[in-house]
């Protein structure tokens, strides 16, 4: 595993924000449409392309194709290791220019860890991999609580998680030790809230999060599908605090989810689709993947009654923000 970097070469030259035409009158060429850069902040990139069955080489030249007529063109993905066992997986995609990534135990995870495990396996590893990739790895997770999924044993049992039905004290370690470790390597927090619906996970994340995050501390709580007021809660607790959205917003039963778009400030809002879940309106069904990023944009246009360009502009610098990509 090597540290530098592949060029894949960008059919358009990505000027986030700014024509990409230069201002030459006498050219007899159509003017270029402006190209909008934007960042998928949450995929498993390792997932979808196992799903498409297909390479990165492959798949990113053939968003590359796709997008030559459009105005908006993917500058950038973070990719997520949810377990060591995949994290040299997810590594693989960082050799790749426009890749970054963000390492953690998810929360369907948590259980392989006791309190030696963690620091032998998680903590050593992550910087580890942090000192192989200081300008590539960017946040520490995806961690957090899941309840939702792990209630229910015949889901829990699956092959990608490790999660009996007894397993939220777990989580809550594997979650607080990641946040410490996050402070303590100076990283953002990728964060997973799932709620079972009746409160408990978004209160003990609230509960956790207060007691051990900073305020400053740079948040991502990723594929946002909470209540109003606990992302009301998670917004005014933490300044450096961004709502991530997926195709979940675009879905007809998605009404609750919009509503909290509705009243998130847009420099709040990370745009992401965790693909390979969650598949936006036209897609659901099929493998969400980054290049879907802009028909999350338009849903979240039309909810704030914005124009996409704004939501393109404001995300991207969020994005900045968040992760420094
Ligand atoms: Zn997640
Ligand atoms: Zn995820």
Request: glycine letters at 6%.
């Amino acid at each position: 595993m090597t540290t530098t970097t592949t060029r894949i070469p960008l059919r358009t030259k990505v000027n986030a924000l700014s024509s990409s035409s230069t201002s030459d009158l006498r050219t007899t060429n159509p003017p270029s449409t402006i190209k909008y850069g934007y960042v998928d902040t949450h995929a498993h990139l390792e997932m979808i392309l196992e799903k498409l069955d297909t390479k990165y080489e492959h798949w990113i030249e053939s968003v590359r194709e796709k997008e030559s007529e459009q105005m908006y063109s993917l500058e950038s993905i973070l990719t997520i290791g949810c377990k060591p066992e995949n994290w040299r997986k997810v590594e693989h995609f960082l050799q790749f220019e426009e890749v970054y990534g963000a390492f953690g135990v998810h929360p369907l995870n948590a259980n392989a860890f006791e309190e030696n495990t963690f620091s032998t396996t998680v903590s050593d590893g992550l910087k580890a991999l942090h000192k192989k990739y200081p300008g590539k790895m960017k946040a520490i997770g995806e961690c957090g609580l899941d309840y939702y999924v792990c209630q229910d044993p015949d889901v829990a049992n699956a092959k990608e998680w490790v999660c009996p039905v007894d397993c939220r004290e777990h989580q809550q370690f594997v979650f607080k030790e990641q946040i410490l470790l996050a402070k303590e390597m100076n990283l953002p927090l990728v964060v997973h809230a799932r709620d079972a619906g009746d409160g408990d996970a978004e209160s003990d994340c609230l509960d956790i999060m207060r007691k051990h995050c900073d305020a400053s501390q740079k948040i991502h709580v990723h594929c946002f599908t909470g209540t109003t007021s606990f992302a009301q809660e998670l917004l005014q607790s933490f300044p450096n605090l961004k709502l991530g959205f997926t195709g979940v917003c675009t879905f007809k039963n998605g009404s609750n989810v919009r509503e909290v778009v509705r009243m998130t400030d847009l420099n709040r809002i990370l745009l992401e689709t965790d693909g390979p879940f969650m598949a936006p309106v036209p897609f659901r069904g099929k493998v969400a993947e980054p290049s879907m990023v802009p028909h999350i944009a338009e849903i979240i246009a039309t909810v704030k009654k914005s124009t996409v360009e704004d939501v393109f502009e404001v995300c991207r610098e969020n994005t900045r923000e968040v992760y420094g990509i």
